[in-house]
């Protein structure tokens, strides 16, 4: 009984369960075999192909690690959650319940650490050779403007409202002002308080 490869994947599987021919048997056998090598081949090229095709390499990654695991899970967003004193769904109370618990954590961690002069200590006696001085290089207008033109291309913002596809628009009359700011900043030793905020 000789068997052909071009027999199709359910046809062998119900010639296989249904004979007890070891040639059928080992013929299916190296069928699944060539089948998983095909399979495994074929998703090496995909991933490949996603990668090399890809702009932005991180989140391909990641997708590709949860659709390998399987652990794609559509967003679901909260609308209600249980505090101390009850279930609420007002927006508002919301955050204040997650503000309420977590504000007093970072306290608590906070609070911990105080001695802030005890890491300098021991840097001072573990390193008997002195520390290297910090010399603060003027920031130039061109490293300014060559920074900017190579941030990405995008129309979202920050809680200023102001893009990347804005900034590069006008590198060149904001290069000037922003290079001031930078090192005023780093020969001072402060860092303006609106550019902590941040969008999470």
Known sequence: MELKYHVKGKELYLLRINSKNPQVIKFYNKYCLILRNVITKAKK???SHQIHHSNNLMKTAWNIIKDSKGSTHPHNPITKINT?????AVPDDIAKAFNDFFIPVVENSVNKHVDIYKSNELLTKTNNGGYTEMKVIPI???EVLNTILTLKTKKSSGYDGISNMI???CAKVISKP???ICNFSLTNG???DRCKYALV
Request: hydrophobic share 35%; no cysteine; aromatic share 16%.
């Open 45 to 47: 090229m995909q991933i």
């Open 84 to 88: 101390d004193i009850g279930s609420t």
């Open 140 to 142: 130039t207008e061109n």
């Open 167 to 169: 900034l590069k628009y």
């Open 178 to 180: 922003f290079s001031h």
């Open 190 to 192: 402060l860092f303006p």
